[in-house]
Structures are given as C-alpha cells and as structure tokens.
C-alpha cells in the first residue's frame, strides 16, 4: 500500500519499482502507482514515445488518473493476466482503477487502444484526468482540436482521440485534455485512448470498448491456464511467462530485451541505454522457456524471426536486430533531462556492429534446442547453420566485447570463447543427425576441442582455483557460470563447482550477484545483475546442489516489486530497481532456474 503526496506527484519520475505494465502484443504502456501513464511508445514498442514522463516529467507526456485528494494506493494484476487493478481509498471513500491495451478481437489491428475503467466502491469521490501527448519523443508539437464532439491530439501521421463516459466536463487547452468528476458509490466510468499511425482514427463506443476489456481479461487468462508448468513457485513462473508475453513483437515473434530506453543503470550516470530491441543472446534461455511452459506458438513464431533476422547478416550474427527484423540501429542522444536526471538519454543502441561471439553459442544451442524437441530444419537453413560454424571456426581466436558489451578495448573473455565451444559442438551433433551438412563436421570438433584446450589452459587460474575473466587476469565475471548452463565440463568435473564457489564468494550481496568488479570503460558504479542471481540457481541445480539452489531462490523471488516484475538491476543498500524495466532476461532466467529445479533429468 503506498501513501500518495498530497498535493499527487507531479514533478519527478516515480520510483522504477513502482511502475507497472500493460501492453497489447505491439507496445507497452508503464503505469505508476499513483495511476500516472509516464511511458508509451506508438504505434510499436520500439516507435518514439507519446508519453515520455519517464525521461523527462516537463516535456515528455504523461497520461494522468487518480484521486484529487490524498490517497493510499494497493494494485494487483487481475489474475493469470496483464491487466491492472489499482484500488484507491480515500477519507471520502474507495475507487477501484483497471488499466489495459485491449486485444483486438480476431487478429492483429492497425489500432492502439488504451481502456481505464474507474468503478466507485464506496463513498463519492472526487477524480481527475490529464492526457497531455507529446509526440516524438517530446519533440513534435501537438495540435489538440474537437472532432465531431471528440477531442483529437495529433502530430503528422500520429493522432490519438480521448473519449471519456461519463468523466465530467473535458476541457482542452493548447497541450492537454484533461476532466474532473466525482465517482458517486456503484458508478462506472470509462477512459478510452484510441490512437493510429498513418491509418484512419477510430472513435470507439463504450459498449465496444467494455467488450474488448473484458475479451482481453478473458484471453491473458486462457493464455495462463494453458501454459504446463506446475511446479514449485509457480506464481512467479507465470507471472513472468505474462512478463515476457508483454514483451513478444506479434507481427514478427522477436521479443524485446525491456519495454524501455535509458533508465539508468547508476542514478545521475549515463550508463543509460536502449533495450527495446532483441538480442540473440537470449535466444537459448527465450527457446528454453517457451518450451518448457508449453508456448509452441511463440517458440516457432521466435525461431523463424531468428533465422530471418541472422539471414540479413549471413554469416555473421548481429548483436541485436530491430523487432522487425531489421539490422539499423543507429544511437543518437536526445534532448531530455533524462529518469531523475541520468542522461545522456539515448535511442537507438550503438553496440549492435560489435563483436560478440557468444552470440554465436547461443544462435546454436538454440537450433539444437529447437531441432531435438522435434522441430524442423530444411536442407537450405542447415547449410547456412554450417556456414555459422565455419564463421566461428575462423572467428573465435579474436578478442571481443563479450556478454556485457564492454565499450572499451576487446579482450579474449572466457565466456566468449566457452560459447564459440558451444556453437561447434552443437553443430557437430547437428551434423550427426543429419540436420547440417557433415562435410566440415570433422573440423567443427577439432576447432572445439582446440577451444576447449584454451580455455582449460588459459582461462584458468590455479591462484584464485577458478575460471577467470580473461587470460591472464584474476578476475571474476558472473558469466563463468555459463560453464555449468552449457555442460562445459563432464558431470563430475571439479573445476565448474569451484568456480561457481569463487563467483558467489567474490561478486555476491546477499541473494544478489554483480556482473563483475573490475573496470569497463564507463564513469560510475552499477547495481547488482538480477539475472546473474537467477543463473547461480540455476547453475547450483544443474550440478546438484538442489538445496542451495531452492534457497536462494526463495530468498530472490521477493526481490521483485509487488506485482512480480523486475528491472535489469537493483541497488543491493536500497533494493532500488535500477536498469531498464520490465527486463526480459531476468524473467527468463526466473524461468530456467524453475524449471532446472523442477527438472527430473537435473541431478
């Protein structure tokens, strides 16, 4: 329960923890719980923001709802949905606010439609409402005119209509539309944001906008009951299937890293950067977790995106590629004051021509993945896989900006090299299955066993008894423990359990684990990696120490904010999030640790 302002919040960002999401399969839409919209991007999640509050509270755009008068606030997800519930009391009585992107009712749709309903519980009390649109990240000017009785903002190609039944009188000035009302007990009211992109503005009715709500409740929560897992800690497994559900691009199935740019990494810093694009990276834990929780629409519709998005880079694999597919992502800075004054804010994300080879692993572990649950490889994308490997052949002795993207000099890092070990074996076994081209099977094992030898030789350090970042250093980096998620070593190999000790030892707060300690080429501190934590579960349970695994799981899960999501980081002093939010990858790993705990076939 939180405690509005009196007067409400109206100068700064909220906290990072206390956002929540909705979206419709295209875009999300982040909700404070002070019912403010501060972040939405249109019409696609990667579009430029209509409500960009997050970045900057004077210039971005807010869509605000809630209590004119001092408040407490307690919100839930409806249950088994992406639909939020905000429960307002007040000493003049209680409303209760539910939040959605509506779904279409059959198919995908050119229209954005944003639906708040306010039911009065109890007492009469008195609301307002502000839509205040700034198209273009905040850098377009709104014109805000009357259409047929419907107040209408548009810029260029963009327009979004307000209706409102009944919201009292609304008013238009030269930047907002905004109404006031009183909820009198068992009234219903209804806020509509109907926006487009280049296609013609549809004025919603109310009863057609009540259906899609409802049919939208009613679609989450079949989408829910028929996802397979059952298992401990269920709650948050589906929670975060409904997360990562968030984040799917329908059009294409590529999946997001986050619904957000530039949120920072360090409060004040300029470690700010934009995660709404899909990384290959994830693609393993992405596959895995679709899999597992019996989602084989999304896991097909996600590996045709990756095929045709790695196709346009042939044989070179991307860093990241835009949620279309697309390979351009140029980064430029904007002029925004930026979340609680971190700037630089950044579109556009300048790592994607970097080399990174374990992306190269992950793209094959994968394919492996997809092929032995009994997907389908045609002759014509197992002869590009092949020439992948024969890529990593000739590619893995380089150095590289590794899993973390580091913008200073490459280094050799070891878990680059462990994945390029990865690619090559799974192409290997691919080939003997007849799914790839055998001709260069041989080598592929060769130039594995010889990546396998640097790794044992070179990346360890009898000193610090553990693998180590990079050769010749002492230090650890989080990313070791890919050692135990990929199988590195045979079953009973010492060295993977004494590195994930040494790990745990070094980079650990708490329940908590930092990516690593030692320089990488930016100003200021960073906060603990979530997604580090959930892979010790993981990597824990898969060598089996299922005890110590269950443990720092129990003690992880209420680390998220009170609707079950996550931020990439968090402040082990303050459990302030940190990062970009919601962050898939945490999700994601969540998702694994579960299910290698719950996994028979896990020692």
């Known amino acids: 329960m939180r405690s509005a302002p009196d007067p409400p919040r109206r100068l700064s960002q909220a906290p990072i923890r206390e956002y929540g999401a909705i979206g419709d ?12 919209i501060d972040w939405l991007c249109l019409p696609d999640l990667d579009s430029p923001s209509v409500f960009g509050g997050l970045l900057d509270h004077q210039r971005g755009g807010t869509f605000q709802l809630a209590p004119e008068i001092a408040f407490r606030a307690q919100r839930r997800y409806l249950p088994d949905t992406n639909v939020l519930e905000t429960t307002y009391d007040t000493d003049l009585g209680r409303v209760r606010v539910t939040d959605a992107m509506t779904l279409p009712r059959a198919g995908l749709a050119p229209q954005r439609e944003l639906v708040r309903r306010v039911e009065a519980i109890g007492g ?3 609301m307002r409402w502000r839509v205040e649109p700034r198209f273009g990240y905040g850098s377009r ?4 005119d009357m259409r047929a009785g419907v107040p209408v903002a548009s810029a ?4 979004l209509a307000v209706r409102a039944w009944p919201a009292g009188s609304v008013i238009c000035d030269a930047g907002a539309i905004d109404g006031e009302f009183v909820a009198p007990t068992g009234s219903r009211a209804l806020l509509v944001l109907s926006a487009s992109h280049a296609e013609p503005l549809v004025f919603p009715a109310r009863d057609e906008a009540e259906a899609r709500l409802d049919s939208t409740i009613d679609f989450w929560r079949t989408w829910a009951r028929n996802r397979t897992y059952d298992g401990p800690w269920r709650d948050a497994v589906i929670r975060s299937a409904l997360a990562l559900k968030l984040l799917v691009h329908a059009p294409s199935g590529a999946i997001a890293a986050a619904a957000t740019t530039s949120l920072p990494e360090t409060l004040g810093g300029e470690r700010n950067w934009d995660y709404r694009y899909s990384w290959p990276r994830d693609s393993a834990f992405t596959l895995d977790a679709f899999l597992a929780l019996g989602c084989s629409p999304e896991a097909d519709a996600y590996f045709s995106w990756l095929l045709h998005a790695s196709q346009l880079t042939h044989p070179r694999v991307q860093v990241l590629y835009r949620l279309d597919g697309g390979t351009r992502t ?3 800075e904007l002029p925004l004051a930026g979340y609680r004054g971190s700037r630089p804010v950044r579109v556009g994300n300048a790592a994607a021509p970097q080399l990174q080879l374990d992306v190269y692993g992950e793209l094959l572990q994968t394919v492996h993945r ?5 997907g389908r490889l045609d002759s014509e994308t197992g002869r590009r896989l092949g020439d992948i490997a024969d890529e990593v052949c000739r590619l893995w002795r380089h150095p590289d900006a590794g899993i973390w993207e580091v913008r200073a000099e490459p280094a050799h890092f070891t878990q680059s090299k462990l994945m390029c070990w990865v690619a090559l074996e799974r192409a290997a076994e691919l080939a003997q299955e007849g799914r790839l081209p055998a001709g260069h099977a041989h080598g592929w094992k060769a130039t594995a066993e010889e990546i396998r030898e640097f790794v044992d030789s070179r990346c360890w350090s009898p000193e610090r008894d553990s693998y180590v970042r990079a050769p010749g250093t ?9 050692a135990a998620l990929m199988g590195f070593r045979p079953a009973d190999e010492v060295r993977v359990d004494a590195t994930i000790d040494a790990v745990r030892e070094e980079l650990s707060r708490g329940a ?15 906060g603990c990696f979530v997604a580090c934590s959930f892979w010790l579960v993981e990597a824990l349970a898969r060598r089996g120490r299922r005890q110590e695994a269950a443990t720092l799981m129990d003690e992880l899960l209420p680390l998220a904010n009170d609707l079950g999501l996550y931020s990439e980081e968090i402040d082990p002093d303050t459990g302030e999030f940190l990062g970009n939010f919601p962050q898939g990858l945490v999700h994601l790993a969540l998702i694994s640790a579960a299910t290698a705990l719950t996994d028979g076939s896990v020692p």
Do not use: C, K
């Open 512 to 526: 908590l684990l930092y990516r690593y300690r030692d320089e990488d080429g930016l100003p200021g501190q960073e």
């Open 370 to 374: 997809y092929a032995m649950s009994g």
């Open 141 to 144: 000017p709104v014109r805000i």
């Open 156 to 159: 260029g190609a963009d327009a």
């Open 474 to 482: 002492r230090q650890l980096d989080a990313s070791l423990l890919f």
């Open 330 to 332: 140029p980064e430029r």
């Open 124 to 126: 009469d009390v008195p």
């Open 25 to 36: 399969g295209r875009t999300v839409a982040l909700i404070a719980s002070d019912g403010s």
